[in-house]
């Protein structure tokens, strides 16, 4: 399934404009990173699409139909969603936290479970851990918990708000990686919410680099991005500039290595 928001803006009620006419289109399959820093309307334009948030003007369309046109229930259950601290239930089991959806939608208990433990060794969890609390869990195993209760639906849209920002570094990483294996194989259409440069480039199809009130500083692929940045503005955000991004090659024992600006070896080209 794919999105569109078509010349979408958002002035909430006490006047602040998060988004200023916003157009984008997310084909099916894909993933559209947004990034920009604090308060530039990410999570607004997210919500749009599961009608969290309504735009004040312009439409966003799932495969052409506009999602006012659709019951509220049922697209919220329909879409897959990640928010920033997982927001699991706390008084439920891992399993039952996955499967709460499902069971909702009518899939009875028992099934929901059994597939719920699937899920959880699909994200890369040890399924015994189903029966454990959400606070017996580290904040990396909370956060895939949260993958698989937004899978738990088979939705084909997922919505993901800053899905690794509580963890740190090293397991963020290795959640990215997850991810971008799952959907390699399970090619939903995705959009990811991240104030991290690099997650957008590691997990976004498309990167759209916005600035305060929602307004596009840039949309590309993240090639086009990093090889041609619009302006001062993203070649700052994406720090262009950076020594890290300034690769080189250089020649050890025959092999092609890759050295950053600073001279650290980065990788071997194949
Ligand atoms: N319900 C609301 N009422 C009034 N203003 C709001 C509301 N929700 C968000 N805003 C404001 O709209 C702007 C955009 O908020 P939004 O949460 O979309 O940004 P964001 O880019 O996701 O930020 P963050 O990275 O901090 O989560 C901000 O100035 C925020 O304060």
Request: some cysteine; hydrophobic content about 40%; overall charge negative.
């Amino acid at each position: 399934m794919g999105i569109e928001f078509r010349g979408v803006s958002k002035t909430y009620a006490d006047g602040t404009v998060a988004v200023t006419d916003f157009s984008c289109t997310v084909p099916s399959h894909s993933t559209l990173a947004l990034v920009g820093s604090s308060g530039s309307g990410k999570t607004t334009l997210m919500r749009m699409v599961n009608r969290m948030v309504d735009p004040s003007a312009g439409t966003v369309l799932i495969d052409e139909r506009d999602v006012r046109e659709l019951d509220k229930v049922a697209l919220r259950r329909s879409i897959g969603y990640v928010p920033q601290a997982g927001g699991l239930l706390p008084h439920r089991r891992v399993v039952d936290n996955v499967a709460t959806v499902p069971v909702l939608t009518g899939t009875s208990r028992r099934t929901a479970r059994a597939d719920a433990l699937d899920l959880l060794a699909r994200v890369g969890l040890d399924p015994a851990l189903g029966r454990r609390f959400p606070s017996q869990l580290s904040g990396g195993q909370q956060q895939r918990v949260a993958v698989a209760r937004a899978l738990a639906a088979d939705p084909h849209i997922l919505l993901m708000d800053e899905p690794f920002g509580a963890v740190d570094p090293i397991v963020r990483r290795d959640l990215q990686d997850q991810l971008a294996e799952l959907q390699a194989e399970l090619g939903k259409t995705i959009v990811l919410v991240t104030h991290d440069i690099d997650e957008a480039f590691r997990l976004g199809d498309q990167v759209v680099i916005l600035r305060t009130g929602g307004v596009v500083a840039q949309t590309g692929t993240p090639q086009q991005i990093l090889a041609e940045p619009a302006d001062d503005f993203v070649r700052d955000f994406v720090g262009a500039d950076r020594a890290e991004r300034r690769l080189t090659t250089t020649e050890v024992d025959g092999r092609r290595i890759v050295v950053d600006g600073d001279g650290r070896p980065v990788g071997v080209l194949a």
